[in-house]
């Protein structure tokens, strides 16, 4: 398994036990020395100075930084080209440069017995440029012990007596996506007082933070923060030493020319007619841009071109959309002619590239002759889907091609900017793709405030690294592999469980986007299930925080305690006003407990912040959990946190009760209605409840019971103001076929109108006979209602020779969905055989059946192919089923799209006429390589709304 979290080699080298041929960094409390040539980088000079201040972190031993490359054991680092001892080295044949000259950001880590003469043994860390050094300085201070998070996320160092490289020759090869950065976005209000707080600014003394953060994780390229601020030219530090530190830098996808917006509102007026306007202001912008390309012509960069309008929307049409073409075609030609001039050089050989973002994709796809040299950056959706992938004609461009994704978002559909939403199976799945289909010459994330987003960066940078390394059976292990090396091997597995429970859940729904309403109160038991969800995982999550050492407390809470904790306040917090209003409804006094919960969470939600922002590391994030996020109305951030809105009731002096029932938001007595529970099922066996309630002030008076033998009533212990009575089926004491019973709650007085307390609830059983049962086994089946099936639980698959469904562990609502490998498969359209998923059920009736797939939120990004599944029933033909045959609801912006970001899905439906009652089967056939599985819903009539559906039904 490649080690992925530990480092970019695949393998631990280092060891706190002396081996053969090990070499001790740090033996008996000495340091061997580590040298520099003073010729190299600054950059590299300047990791080596961090490389010494780590190994006293970790082992309380300071190595010496030795002025000559002399001693009976040396740590020799440097570059290829920039250090006389690497260079001897190579010559010298004691160090194998084949996969390091002429690489990009490449190194290799080994010992070399007698090196020179007077040196034994020497560690060597050997770059081919001057990231490839800073990596590979980087990564053995990972290897021995540093977090990349150690600042930013205060992960303390693991200490250790000792430190040996293992002997060996370890090479990390170059990065499969050559550019791999963040895009610090939506900065206000967190990251922007914070860092007018702490550093006056966006400037160099707090940009030099995440310069550094970036080389740990091995990144190489960011956008700058863009709001409020200008970072070329509000600090020229900033510039000079991203530069030296080793960061490329670039700017936004609507920032051509290496200026940032802010250098164009503040002084506009300057250049022409101070309009963002080609087809009015051509020259003055022409101006604007050759000033940017000029000042940073020393630097590293990596320039964006076109041109959108001013401040992320789009620009001013010229006239249609192929005037608009022939338009950004004049810019980009303009563009690179001032490359030419101010560069001096063939403009091809200047790293370009154009984001389609937005209504830019439109115009690409209109007809917009891009150079063959510029990258095209495709996008996502705002919410993690890609929305285009390269076609075949495509991969072949000399620029290529990359991904701008989204971790954070303020924008439509709606706005996600205060906490980690992102579950590491979507991302692993989306980028996979993106590699795959040779999207990989540039990944870059919008981070928002850098904070609280920290581990899907992480996963994001590791994954760009190499995306093969991780395959879709590792991704868990990787997150138990960065628990262990940020928290210790003994809480790993639980804190990887942790996250991944989380960050799936908050993948449910947006914190943003849930709402009273959103979790069913009446059918499945939905509300109360998702609520035990969060109830468990910040359990687990505060059993941990509490056992760890108090000097790993502070980056557990920011790492794993507080997005857990938080999340599932606001989740619960809604949940509860919902009930309110609901339990209004229903008369229930129970309501005002739940309005008042509701309050208590908001206050706790508050509280919690407020711990983050001034306590927490004695105030030293203060400021980045002020991100506003409950009362989402728009697609907008709220202006402040809203109560959600909860309802309470007038109580008076009596002891009346009600009863309300699962399945139904009627309440008795006063419902003209039967209370009629859900049928129960011998081959989906369950259970609903029956809550009885308190209308008045006074503890009602009732006694509860069943009038067959085979009804059983249990009432639940959990602490709530109503009493909830679960009821059963004793299978065993049911004959074959219907049964009824009825429950009555009878009170010992009175209601306050005067008519007796007394309701009765009716319960229907179906028993299978023996013959339905045996046929029945082994399949998924149910006398009544509807029938879903996990869409990892097929009972048998078929690949072809091209093509399998392949379960994605933990990716969506369940445990594991279904994909394709490999994702670039050709179509197969019907007749022609697919890979193929088969679902064994029992159908208790023949008639029309619907089945809903619950898919994964793909977007049409191949214009290559469709996005079309197939689906029958035995051997009838198979039905193909398009998720974008409205194409213009269901692709980017349209009202289909929207409520496929908020709910995390897309969902197609098939219609089938079944004419025999009892065994079937039920087949999903791939056409597109891209549609992932999640859930099938078999049913007849309509289903009730919820937002998750039926729960699985096991086989029988």
């Not at 702490?198 to 970036?214: A, D, I, P, V």
């Not at 300057?270 to 630097?299: P, S, V």
């Not at 002891?655 to 209370?675: C, K, L, Q, R, T």
């Not at 194409?887 to 025999?916: C, M, P, Y």
């Amino acid at each position: 398994m490649v080690d992925t979290a530990t480092g970019v080699l695949g393998i631990a080298i280092v060891d706190s036990a002396a081996s053969h041929g090990a070499f001790p960094l740090v033996a008996k409390s000495t340091a061997v020395a580590l040298w520099c040539d003073t010729a190299d980088f600054p950059g590299v000079r300047r990791a080596v100075a961090d490389l010494q201040t780590d190994i006293a972190s970790v082992t309380g031993v300071t190595p010496v930084m030795a002025m000559a490359p002399v001693g009976k054991r040396v740590v020799f680092i440097g570059t290829i080209g920039k250090s006389q001892v690497i260079d001897h080295l190579i010559a010298a044949k004691k160090l194998d440069a084949a996969d390091l000259k002429g690489k990009w950001e490449s190194f290799v880590i080994t010992v070399v017995r007698n090196p020179m003469p007077g040196v034994d043994q020497a560690l060597v860390i050997a770059g081919s440029d001057k990231r490839g050094t800073i990596y590979g300085i980087y990564e053995l201070s990972e290897q021995l012990g540093v977090s990349p998070w150690h600042w930013w996320a205060d992960v303390p160092a693991k200490t250790r007596p000792a430190a040996y490289v293992k002997v060996g020759r370890y090479a990390s090869g170059e990065p499969v996506v050559k550019y791999r950065g963040i895009f610090i976005n939506d900065e206000a209000p967190c990251m922007t007082r914070w860092t007018i707080e702490k550093y006056g600014g966006f400037n160099s003394k707090m940009y030099t933070h995440m310069f550094e953060l970036l080389l740990r994780l091995r990144a190489n390229y960011l956008w700058p923060a863009m709001w409020d601020s200008a970072f070329n030219e509000d600090d020229p530090e900033n510039p000079r030493l991203a530069d030296e530190y080793g960061i490329v830098m670039g700017t936004s996808h609507h920032e051509p020319m290496v200026r940032s917006q802010k250098e164009w509102t503040r002084k506009h007026e300057k250049y022409g007619n101070g309009e963002w306007d080609y087809a009015t202001n051509a020259e003055g912008l022409k101006t604007f841009w050759a000033e940017g390309i000029r000042r940073n012509k020393a630097y590293e960069s990596l320039v964006t071109i076109g041109m959108r309008g001013d401040g992320d929307v789009a620009k001013p049409s010229a006239g249609g959309v192929q005037a608009d073409v022939r338009q950004l075609e004049t810019i980009m030609a303009a563009q690179r002619e001032i490359l030419r001039t101010q560069l001096n050089v063939d403009p091809a050989q200047v790293p370009q590239l154009w984001a389609l973002f937005t209504e830019v994709q439109k115009l690409y796809d209109a007809g917009v002759k891009v150079p063959d040299d510029v990258t095209l950056l495709f996008t996502d959706d705002n919410v993690g889907n890609l929305r285009r992938l390269p076609t075949d004609a495509e991969r072949k461009r000399k620029g290529g091609s990359g991904i701008y994704y989204h971790l954070d978002m303020h924008g439509g559909p709606y706005a996600y900017q205060w906490i980690n939403t992102n579950p590491f199976p979507k991302i692993w799945e989306q980028m996979t793709a993106a590699n795959e289909h040779g999207a990989n010459h540039i990944w870059i994330a919008n981070v928002g405030d850098l904070k609280p987003l920290e581990l899907p960066i992480e996963f994001f940078i590791r994954l760009a690294w190499n995306p093969r390394a991780i395959g879709r059976d590792a991704v868990s292990d990787y997150t138990r592999r960065w628990a262990a090396r940020d928290f210790g091997a003994a809480r790993a597995t639980e804190i990887a469980d942790i996250v991944t429970l989380y960050t799936k859940y908050n993948g449910w729904r947006k914190p943003e986007m849930v709402a009273p309403d959103t979790y069913s109160l009446s059918h499945y038991q939905e509300a109360d299930r998702v609520e035990k969800a969060w109830d468990d995982v910040t359990a687990r999550a505060e059993a941990v925080y509490k056992a760890l050492p108090d000097n790993q407390k502070n980056a557990f809470f920011q790492l794993v305690l507080h997005p857990t904790k938080a999340s599932a306040i606001v989740t619960k917090m809604n949940i509860a006003a919902g009930r309110s209003q609901f339990y209004a409804r229903q008369g229930r006094a129970s309501a005002n407990a739940e309005a008042a919960r509701t309050r208590d969470l908001f206050r706790q939600d508050r509280e919690l912040s407020d711990y983050y922002n001034h306590v927490l590391a004695g105030g030293k994030w203060n400021h980045m959990m002020d991100q506003t996020h409950l009362g989402q109305y728009t697609w907008q951030p709220p202006r402040v946190d809203m109560l959600p809105p909860a309802s309470e009731v007038l109580i008076h002096d009596t002891a009346d009760f009600g009863v309300a029932i699962e399945g139904d938001p009627s309440a008795w007595p006063d419902h003209y209605g039967d209370a009629i529970l859900p049928v129960f099922d011998s081959l989906n066996p369950g259970r609903s409840y029956i809550d009885v309630f308190a209308q008045g002030s006074r503890k009602p008076d009732f006694k509860i019971s069943a009038d067959a033998p085979w009804v059983r009533l249990t009432e639940d212990k959990t602490p709530r103001a109503d009493r909830r009575f679960w009821v059963e089926v004793d299978w065993s004491q049911v004959p074959q076929g219907e049964s009824k019973a009825v429950v009555l709650i009878a009170g010992d007085r009175p209601v306050s109108d005067a008519k007796p307390a007394h309701v009765e609830v009716h319960v229907r059983a179906l028993k299978a006979s023996d013959q339905i049962r045996s046929d029945a086994k082994g399949r998924y089946a149910s006398l009544s209602g509807p029938i879903a099936i996990a869409g990892s639980a097929a009972t048998k698959l078929t690949p072809t020779r091209d093509a399998a469904w392949v379960a994605i562990p933990n990716y969506g609502r369940g445990d594991a969905a279904m994909g394709i490998v490999p994702i670039t498969a050709r179509s197969i359209l019907p007749p022609a055989n697919g890979p193929k998923m088969q679902y064994a059920v029992y159908l208790s009736q023949p008639g029309t059946y619907h089945v809903q797939l619950i898919l994964g939120p793909i977007m049409d990004s191949s214009p290559d192919h469709g996005v079309r599944i197939g689906a029958a029933f035995d051997n009838a033909p198979v039905q193909i089923l398009d998720l974008f045959e409205d194409r213009q609801a269901q692709t980017f912006l349209g009202d289909g799209w929207v409520q496929a970001a908020k709910d995390n899905v897309r969902i197609v439906t098939s219609t089938h006429v079944i004419e025999t009652a009892g065994k079937h089967d039920f087949t999903i056939t791939m056409v597109d390589a891209n549609v992932i599985v999640q859930k099938l819903i078999i049913y007849q009539d309509k289903l009730p709304a919820s937002y998750f559906g039926p729960p699985e039904n096991s086989l029988v």
